[in-house]
């Protein structure tokens, strides 16, 4: 509810709903979770999420993270019988159904945390809202950063950028370990939270999908694009 940039964003209307709820819905379409839950430090959210037919829970108002937010709710006793827990970030409207059977994926395959990629265009990897991810050649990440990263020194050699998606799976013993991690230089430089666990030795598998995704909600532009968006579809 704090976003500087967006003020009440989770609340925030596009195309007749909040943009909380859209990211349920689209969550719960990917067909991989058994349930979805909102968690939020915010009664107005809950009472949106419950009213859409949502599981909300009211979660302490000082976490620093959202990774440490779904930490909370995964440890209330009625989440604890589950095998995966999965992080959905609250601004992911159009996030890819295939992103989350991704990360889910990659932690089934043994990654402690699994996450989702979609390929960028050298031209908008420059960005610093945007968050780019390198990947080793067996596929899982090396770092994340908000600059452009690779550095394509020499202009012969082709670099392919990767765009990171906002979701993480993790089984709850994983994401028990990244709870007790100190924070480390490069996530406190960054802002990006993923950097603790990567680097405390802790692998991160990404799922690379081969479309670019629509961008998440965090200024006044991508509300007015996710409204034409959302309109066009539904007319159609």
């Known amino acids: 509810m704090g976003a500087e940039r967006l003020p009440g964003k ?8 909040a943009l ?11 067909g991989v979770l058994d349930v979805v839950v909102v968690a939020t430090e915010a009664r107005e959210v809950v009472e949106v999420a419950e009213r859409a037919g949502f599981r909300a829970v009211l979660t302490a108002p000082s976490h620093p993270s959202g990774t440490s937010r779904v930490a ?3 440890g209330l006793a009625e989440f604890r019988g589950f095998e995966v827990v999965v992080n959905v970030q609250g601004d992911e409207p159009f996030l890819p159904p295939a992103a989350i059977r991704g990360a889910v994926g990659e932690v089934e395959r043994g990654a402690d945390v699994g996450t989702a990629a979609v390929p960028l265009e050298a031209g908008a990897a420059a960005a610093p809202s945007i968050v780019k991810v390198v990947l080793g050649e067996d596929g899982r990440a090396m ?7 690779p550095h394509a020194r020499d202009a012969a050699v082709a670099v392919r950028y990767w765009q990171h998606l906002g979701v993480y799976a993790f089984r709850p013993e ?10 480390t ?3 406190l430089a960054e802002k990006l939270e993923q950097l603790r666990p990567l680097g405390h030795g802790m692998t991160i598998g990404v799922a690379r999908l081969d ?7 965090d200024t006044e532009d991508d509300v007015r694009r996710a409204e034409a968006y959302l309109g066009s579809r539904r007319e159609a």
């Open 185 to 187: 230089t490069p996530e």
């Open 174 to 183: 994983a994401l028990a370990r990244w709870m007790r991690l100190a924070p």
């Open 20 to 30: 909380v709820e859209w990211v349920a819905l689209n969550a719960r379409r990917s």
């Open 211 to 217: 479309e670019p995704a629509l961008p998440g909600i």
């Open 10 to 17: 989770p609340l925030r209307r596009i195309a007749g709903k």
């Open 72 to 74: 909370e709710v995964a």
């Open 143 to 149: 770092y994340f950063s908000r600059s452009v990263v």
